[in-house]
Each structure stands twice: as structure tokens, then as C-alpha cells.
């Protein structure tokens, strides 16, 4: 690690919320460090209201930390921007774009030519499925093609570093099953950076090179979890003896942190 | 038989909507033709149609229709010109709002009507006096209201512009804009019917043309089939335009209706 430098580091990163109405601080995260390396697929796994939308949100330059500071590829994240991708767990397609304009938002923002952009849509419409969909309202689709819209409209700009804040969290679980496979396929192809939260122990195996588990509130990384299996992964990788068994591990590390968060209320 | 939040079929809505004029003018036949309320003061359905006949091919009631329309719609646009790029500049930027809002807020409640002699006084009887009344009756409202739609746009769309590449300006053109257009267009309609009672109110006093100074010269000669005939005008002008900018908004905005 110290001869790469990384793709993304966090360096003492914590976020106290003043109190509402005189309240007292709250402490949403602890001083946190981590470090990405370029191509890899990280999930940040914890229970919820343990602080991983407040990291995530830092990252993308959403929030502003109170303590330390976010470096990519080097220089420091003072505002969000195109080279880091965000998907939230909220759907945020814009209602008033069709799915072709959706994706091509951040491009003519960028002011690529039409022709470009095109191809561009083009080829995210077909990786995510959506072809034949390019002039649909968003709200004429289900949760899991809203969320695809969503992740071709952030990978359209290349990002350095894709960001996802659980967002499958609101889909069925056979939906959920899908998109994880869709989105590996694409990171086995790519290799994008990839930073993922998600509370779902399954989804962090499923997904990730390494498993970030999260303590309860005040969040801080308790501990790494590599994960060995190797690719390409498909669903009948989660129904074996290697995947159990770091699916243990998982349960007993953030068992112990849920229930200090289901105490909290 | 009747459940709550049960719609309604469209042929039934027509009907029941249509029924409920027809109940209106039967009572209103039923009071005047059988002798139950005196013609001195509310004339049948019958006289107020001949006269308003009348006052069409006669009196050159049509150009009194005309002059008032154009009254409204052009006092209404002044209003609207002003009203909505301050709305959003206040809706997107709050030292704008903490600025302007609290006076705006206060100016909302001066009532137009209350302005005329003044108004009179500064800019005569004339078509600028009216179309101030109209301007001053209507542009507090859209400004607030405009803010207010603009400042409640959802945070996580803005969120989402920014990490897509937005810079603060570009959020307001492409997301605050878009997201609001079809508020914006509501609240224009909305108020649109509330400049009608301004101008009739800016017509009854001091004017020489427009349906409220029809009216109230028919006051005087006790023609009650001519006023009541006169008001009816208004109210259908009025559905008119709000079929219009409804179905405008349809068209203009269908990603909504998906
Ligand atoms: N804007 C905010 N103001 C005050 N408290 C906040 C704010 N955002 C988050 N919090 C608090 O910080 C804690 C962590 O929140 P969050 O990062 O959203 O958790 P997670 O995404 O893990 O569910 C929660 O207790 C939440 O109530
Ligand atoms: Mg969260």
C-alpha cells in the first residue's frame, strides 16, 4: 500500500451535527481512516444510523467534515463532482427527463457534442437493459430500472470512483438478486473503483473485494474483511461453503454492533 | 353506494357537473318567473338573456368585453414578467429571500382596490391606472407563491445534479427551473383568477369602457338582466382560460401525467 498510491483516502474523517433546538452534538461518525486502491469494489456493511451515509456523503463532497479530510487520486474533495458518481438510495431521476436524457445530463452539462453523447447513451442503455425504454418518464418504471437509470446516468461520466448508498435497499429481493449481478458484471468488465453501503451482510459478500464492517453510532471501521471468491460471481456463489462461512464471520461482527443500535432506541 | 376516495366516470362527472348549472338556473326561473322575487331587483333568465343580446348588437357590449380582457391580461403579465424571475431568485437563494420576503409578505396584504385612488391621482383614469391595479393586486402573490414552490425543490435531485457536474448556476436553469415549471404554471392560473376581481373592481370606478363600467352604469338604470348578464360573461371568460392553461399544462408538461 505504500508504494501504490491510492485511488481514495479518507484520513481522520469524522462529522459532528450540531444540536437541533439547544440538543446536544451529535456525533454521527468517529474519526474514520481508509484507504482505497484503484479497481477495487469496496462495501461498507453496518447497522442503520451507524454514520455510512454521513462518510459516503463526505466522499462525494455532499458534507463537509469536522474533522480530517477526503483525497482523490491526491487532491483534496472540497465540493461533489463528475468524478465521483453517486447513487443514492432515494431514486433522484430527474422526473422531467426521459431515461436518454437522464443519462446524458452530466454529459451536456460537460457540453459533449450530441453525436457523442448519443453513442454514449447508446451503449449505457444496452449494458443496463434499457434499451427500447430511452423515452420513458421516469415515472413510468419500476424501482430496479429507475435505480439503472440511475447508475448508467453516473457511470456515463466516467467516474473515477463510483459511490452507491444502498441502492437496492428499496427493491424485492428478487429485483436486488438482479441489479447485484448486473453491477458486478459491469465492475468485472470496467474494474471502476467502487465504494458500496449497504446494511445487507449478503449484498457486502456478494459485491465486494473487501468488506468495511461499521460500529454501531457513533460510526467508526471496526473491522476488514477481505473477500477470496473469486470471479465472475453469480448467484449460486452465495450458497457456498466459502461464502457461509465469511457470511458467520459478518453476522457475529455486526450482530454485536445492531444490538447497540436497537439498545440506542 | 357513494364510498369516500371512490373516482368518479368521466360521463357521470360531466353529467353531475352539468346538472348542478342546470339546478342553479331552474331555481334561479323558478324565483323570478313565478312571481317569488320582485323583476325590480332580479331580472328571469329570460330578460337577461334578451338584454344581454341586446348589449351585444347594440351597445357594443363586445368591445367592453375586449377592453377588459386586455386589461387583465396584459396588467397580469406585467405581474408575471416581474413576479417569477424574483420568486425563483428568492426561492433559490435564501439572502434574496431574507431581503425581500418580509416586505413582500407585507405588501400582499395592501388590497389593490385600496390603491385605485391613489392610483388615480398618480396616473389619472387612464389604461396604465388599470393595469397597475392588476399589477399591484396580483404580483406579491406570484412572487411569494413562486418562492415558495422553488424553495421547497426536492434537495436530493439538486444533490444529484451537483455530483453529476451541475455547478451552482447550471442547478438553477437545468433543475430548479424544470422541476418547478409546472407549479409555476398552476400558480399562474391560480392567480390569474384572482386579477379578474381586480379589474372589475379598477373598472367600477372611474372608467368609460369595460364590463364592471357596464355594470355599473346598468346600476343606475336598475337593468338587472344587463349586470347579471355581465357577470355570467366574466365566469365563462373565466372557465375558458382555465380550460386553456390546463390543457397547456397538459401538453407543456406530460412527463407529470406519466
Ligand atoms: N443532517 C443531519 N443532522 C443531524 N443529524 C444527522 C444528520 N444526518 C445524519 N444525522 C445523524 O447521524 C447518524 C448517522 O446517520 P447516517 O449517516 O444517515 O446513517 P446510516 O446511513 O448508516 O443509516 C444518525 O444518527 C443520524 O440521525
Ligand atoms: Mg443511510
Known amino acids: 500500500m505504500a ?38 469494489f469496496i462495501t461498507l456493511l453496518g447497522p442503520s444510523g451507524c454514520g455510512k451515509s454521513t462518510l459516503l456523503r463526505i466522499v462525494a463532497g455532499l ?29 433522484t431521476l430527474f422526473p422531467w427527463l426521459n431515461v436518454a436524457q437522464n443519462i446524458a445530463y452530466g454529459l451536456a ?40 437509470v440511475a447508475i448508467a446516468r453516473a457511470l456515463a461520466n466516467d467516474p473515477a470512483i463510483l459511490l452507491l448508498d444502498e441502492p437496492f435497499g428499496a427493491l424485492d429481493n428478487q429485483t436486488r438478486a438482479l441489479m447485484q449481478e448486473l453491477l458486478l458484471g459491469i465492475w468485472e468488465r470496467d474494474r471502476k473503483t467502487v465504494l458500496f453501503v449497504t446494511h445487507d451482510i449478503e449484498e457486502a459478500i456478494f459485491l465486494a473485494s473487501r468488506v468495511l464492517v461499521m460500529t454501531a453510532r457513533p460510526g467508526r471501521i471496526k473491522a476488514e474483511v477481505p473477500v477470496d471468491l473469486p470471479h465472475p460471481r453469480d448467484y449460486r456463489m452465495k450458497t457456498t461453503p466459502e461464502f457461509n462461512a465469511l457470511k458467520a464471520r459478518l453476522t457475529e461482527e455486526i450482530r454485536a454492533e445492531a444490538v447497540l443500535a436497537a439498545e440506542e432506541h | 353506494m357513494i364510498r369516500p376516495l371512490e373516482p368518479v366516470g368521466q360521463t357521470a362527472r360531466v353529467g353531475l357537473g352539468l346538472a348542478f348549472f342546470a339546478l342553479f338556473v331552474g331555481a334561479w326561473a323558478f324565483a323570478t318567473l313565478g312571481g317569488f322575487v320582485s323583476r325590480t331587483f332580479l331580472a328571469d333568465p329570460v330578460t337577461m338573456l334578451q338584454d344581454g343580446w341586446l348589449l351585444l348588437t347594440r351597445f357594443g357590449f363586445l368591445h367592453d368585453i375586449g377592453m377588459t380582457v386586455w386589461r387583465v391580461v396584459g396588467g397580469f403579465a406585467l405581474a408575471a414578467i416581474v413576479a417569477v424571475p424574483l420568486g425563483i431568485l428568492m426561492g433559490a437563494y435564501k439572502p434574496i429571500e431574507a431581503l425581500l420576503e418580509p416586505f413582500v409578505s407585507f405588501a400582499r396584504y395592501l388590497p389593490a382596490s385600496a390603491f385605485i385612488p391613489l392610483l388615480i391621482l398618480w396616473a389619472g383614469i387612464g389604461e396604465f391606472q388599470k393595469l397597475l391595479v392588476i399589477f399591484i393586486g396580483s404580483v406579491f402573490q406570484l ?40 407549479d409555476i404554471a398552476e400558480i399562474l392560473r391560480l392567480v390569474l383568477g384572482w386579477a379578474w376581481t381586480y379589474v372589475i373592481v379598477a373598472e367600477l370606478i372611474g372608467s368609460s369602457s369595460g364590463i364592471g363600467h357596464m355594470i355599473i352604469d346598468s346600476q343606475s338604470l336598475l337593468a338587472t338582466g344587463q349586470m347579471i ?13 382555465d380550460f386553456a392553461f390546463k390543457a397547456a399544462n397538459r401538453a407543456l408538461f406530460p412527463w407529470r401525467l406519466a
Open chain 1, 3 to 40: 508504494l501504490v498510491r491510492p485511488k481514495l483516502l479518507v484520513e481522520n474523517v469524522s462529522r459532528v451535527f450540531p444540536g437541533v433546538h439547544g440538543g446536544a452534538p451529535v456525533t454521527a461518525l468517529q474519526p474514520t481512516n481508509l484507504s482505497v486502491p484503484e479497481n477495487d
Open chain 1, 63 to 91: 458534507d463537509r467534515p469536522t474533522t480530517g479530510r477526503v483525497l482523490l487520486d491526491g487532491r483534496e474533495v472540497t465540493k461533489p463532482g463528475p468524478e465521483r458518481g453517486m447513487v443514492f438510495q432515494s431514486y
Open chain 1, 109 to 148: 452539462e460537460r457540453g459533449v457534442p450530441e453525436a457523442r453523447r448519443r453513442e454514449i447513451v447508446d451503449h449505457y442503455l444496452a449494458r443496463m437493459g434499457l434499451t427500447g425504454f430511452a423515452s420513458h418518464w421516469p415515472k413510468q418504471l419500476s424501482g430496479g430500472m429507475q435505480q439503472r
Open chain 2, 143 to 182: 412572487i411569494l407563491m413562486v418562492a415558495v414552490a422553488v424553495g421547497s425543490t426536492r434537495r436530493d435531485l439538486v444533490e444529484a445534479a451537483y455530483t453529476l457536474g451541475s455547478t451552482e448556476r447550471s442547478v438553477v436553469r437545468r433543475v430548479l427551473l424544470p422541476a418547478n415549471a409546472p
Open chain 2, 229 to 241: 348578464f355581465g357577470i355570467i360573461v366574466i365566469g365563462l371568460i373565466g372557465l375558458v382560460s
